[in-house]
């Protein structure tokens, strides 16, 4: 045994025989080989077991459904406006389905005959400026119900109250998502040219506009007094557009019209033109 050591003092090798190098070789190709299979199985396994104690279809659905739910609002898609029905609903049942602060009740004839008597007009103008216990708009923003909107919601009430008035023409650029009757007259909108006319001016202004600029309600520079708008005009034309856009004070933005801002500023010019 130790003539072993002392033949090869300095080279000491496990490896003493042919076999034995053999060995070693496919020892050295096998091991990793081995530990790699083992690896890939262990990861395989663990990813497995971490997707929950149910790896079922419905736990895998749970899982990605922040992501695979998530909505894109385009900003720029044509808005889908609610009907009469829902808007009424929505804001109008909380004073109308009981006749609350002395609202006409829905659905009630006697409570509505004598208001349907000024016409469409006179109650949509009732509900854009408010009316006794009811404030304007009902307490919405143009963000919230557009003036169609509203319109629907009082053709809606109105009718069920005796009132045979047809569907309000939708906007012009919600036309097509929305199911508006194709005999309804056009609105203002849908006749403009690209650039409105001083003729929509005075239509955007009659339906919309008059109802505080004709009297000077809260504050709003009246039609053809020369004495309120003298000042503003002095500020240009492009502020007095401005204005009318973004809206000010009392007045909403764009008077509360649902239109384009062509039709607004048309109007603008239709009463300052009144006012020189
Ligand atoms: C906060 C309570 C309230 C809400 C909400 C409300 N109304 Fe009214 N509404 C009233 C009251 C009160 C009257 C009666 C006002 C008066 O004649 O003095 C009225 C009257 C009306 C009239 C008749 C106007 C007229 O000229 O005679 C219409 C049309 C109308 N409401 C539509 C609506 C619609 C459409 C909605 C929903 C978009 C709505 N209202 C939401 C309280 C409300
Ligand atoms: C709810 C009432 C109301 C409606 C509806 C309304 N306005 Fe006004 N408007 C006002 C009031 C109030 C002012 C004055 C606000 C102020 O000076 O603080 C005003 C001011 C203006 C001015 C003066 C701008 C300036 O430079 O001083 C213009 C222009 C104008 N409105 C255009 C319009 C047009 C166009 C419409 C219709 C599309 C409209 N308004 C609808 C209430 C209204």
């Known amino acids: 045994m130790s003539d072993v050591h002392n033949e090869h003092p300095e080279h000491e090798s496990p490896i003493k025989t042919p076999k034995q190098l053999i060995a070693v070789v496919i020892a050295a190709f096998l091991v990793p080989i081995i530990v ?5 199985n262990f990861v395989g396994h663990g990813s497995t077991e971490s997707a929950g104690a149910g790896t079922t279809a419905e736990a895998i659905n749970d899982r990605i459904k922040p992501v695979a739910s998530l909505e894109i609002k385009d900003p720029n898609a044509p ?42 007009d006179g109650l949509m103008k009732s509900m854009l400026n408010g009316k006794g216990a009811m404030p304007p708009r009902a307490g919405s923003t143009p963000d919230d119900y557009t003036d169609y909107e509203l319109a629907r919601a009082v053709v809606y009430m109105a009718d069920a109250g005796g009132a045979k008035f047809p569907e309000p023409p939708a906007p012009a650029a919600a036309a097509p998502t929305t199911a508006a009757a194709p005999e309804a007259v056009a609105a203002p909108a849908a006749a403009a040219p690209a650039a409105a006319s001083a003729e929509v001016g005075k239509k955007v202004y009659e339906q919309v506009c008059a109802a505080c600029h004709a009297a000077g309600v809260a504050g709003a520079p009246k039609f053809g007094d020369k004495a309120a708008w ?47």
Not at 36 to 40: E, R
Not at 236 to 259: Q, R, T
């Open 79 to 120: 808005r889908v406006f609610k009907t009469g029905e829902q808007v009424y609903k929505e804001i109008c049942a909380a004073c109308h389905a009981t006749g609350a602060a002395g609202a006409p009740k829905y659905g009630t004839a006697a409570d509505w005959s004598a208001r349907i008597g000024q016409g469409f």
């Open 36 to 40: 790699i299979i083992l690896l890939v």
């Open 230 to 276: 003298a000042p503003r005009l002095k500020e240009g034309m492009d502020a007095v557009h401005n204005f009318a856009l973004k809206g000010k004070g009392v007045m909403p933005p764009k008077g509360g019209y649902a239109g384009p801002d062509a039709d607004v500023i048309a109007a603008s010019d239709y009463m300052a033109n009144a006012a020189k």
